[in-house]
Nanobody, 124 residues
């Protein structure tokens, strides 16, 4: 059974930093892509970043490029999202997700397992 458990959210001031973690279990992730999405109040989740478990190629939404960094620790089966230079518009619930394959996956429906989410709130 695949499990993704996020942690690391919180309240931070504009310009601050946070590191989100996603601990993954239940499958061999070497042929998978891990992604981070976020959802502000509203129906849709927005793609933030993704990383190929093998090789480590990364992809970012334009809105976070240069401020956020996605990386993984193979030994711990954990994916991280470092959030720097945070802005109030980054406020959202952040979710990690996994999808089989090593392509570029930026759409919510492409991912098959999701974590429960962690709240990030950036005050102005």
């Amino acid at each position: 059974q695949v499990q993704l458990v996020e942690s690391g959210g919180g309240l931070v001031q504009t310009g601050g930093s946070l590191r989100l973690s996603c601990a993954a279990s239940g499958r061999t992730f070497s042929r998978y892509t891990m992604g981070w999405f976020r959802q502000a109040p509203g129906p849709e989740r927005e793609f933030v970043a993704a990383i190929r478990w093998t090789g480590g190629s990364t992809y970012y939404a334009n809105s976070v490029k240069g401020r956020f960094t996605i990386y993984r620790d193979n030994a711990k089966n954990t994916v991280y999202l470092q959030l720097n230079s945070l802005k109030p518009e980054d406020t959202a619930v952040y979710y990690c997700a996994t999808v089989p394959g090593v392509g570029v996956f930026v759409r919510e429906y492409e991912y098959d397992y999701w974590g429960q989410g962690t709240q990030v709130t950036v005050s102005s």
